[in-house]
């Protein structure tokens, strides 16, 4: 049985337990319990403060764990990256008083700096030979600069209001950070094979995401320049209809793009254009 070490709440917890739930592991809701087992996979979830789950898993405590790349980065501990999961985006950026006049990295020289990331803040300074003292806070970081505990910041941005409302304003992205699945190096086969099987359904469910299942009569007339807008995994599904002048054309589209290539099939002629959510998707 595979064990993984869950952030035990937040955003991260959210976005890693519809992960599980999409992938048809069922686990219990409550986090009052620290360990809890999959009802229908191999699985248990060990629920951790997120700063703990890199050395959980490096020590084998856990053998997988997922948390920020921005925990992982900062604790340096010896686990695997076995997969980036894609949710969960944020950054590590250096924010200023938005008042404050800045011309470039030199402004931190001789400033004080709050966070809660000083290895990775203590990295990226030495590489720009920039000379600042680290003020290290656990919390709310983004107050230090209005009560006078430092003069800036370098803290996680997501969408930047929590940086607004305290009337600073983003001036370096450090690194970009994403939920990550790591694990302990010595996994023995048993486990590396439920792993694998856990992998093959994440996938099925990011390669669904943002994909559109669309069925539209097309003319046979107008196939050939339909299937050349059309950027099918392979190429589309054609189905004979009993108009031997028509034709149904079955293809997925991703989301980004859907409204641009629905625009150009109905200009071509399509019709009858019906459009379904994928849940999975297995190549």
Known sequence: MLRIAVQSKGRLYEDTMNLLSEADIK??????????????????????????????????????????????????????????????????????????????LTWFNGKKIATSYPNILNKFLAEKNITAEIHIITGSVEISPSIGLSDAIFDIVSSGSTLVSNNLREVEVVMQSEAL???????????????????????AVRRAEDKKYVRMNAPKARLQDIINVLPGLKSPTIIPLADEEWCSVHTVLDEQRFWEIIGKLKELGAQGILVTPIEKMIL
């Open 27 to 104: 686990v219990g809701a409550t986090k009052r319990t620290l360990l809890v087992n999959a009802q229908n996979f191999p699985l248990e979830v060990l629920y951790l403060r997120d700063d703990d789950i890199p050395q959980s898993v490096a020590s084998g405590v856990a053998d997988l764990g997922v948390v920020g790349e921005n925990e992982y980065c900062e604790r340096g501990a010896e686990a695997t990256i076995v997969k980036r999961l894609g949710f969960s985006k944020c950054r590590l950026s250096l924010a200023i008083p938005k008042d404050a006049n800045y011309d470039g």
């Open 181 to 203: 699945l790591i694990g302990y190096p010595g996994m023995s086969k048993d486990k590396l094979d439920v792993l694998e099987q856990m992998l093959f359904r994440f996938d």
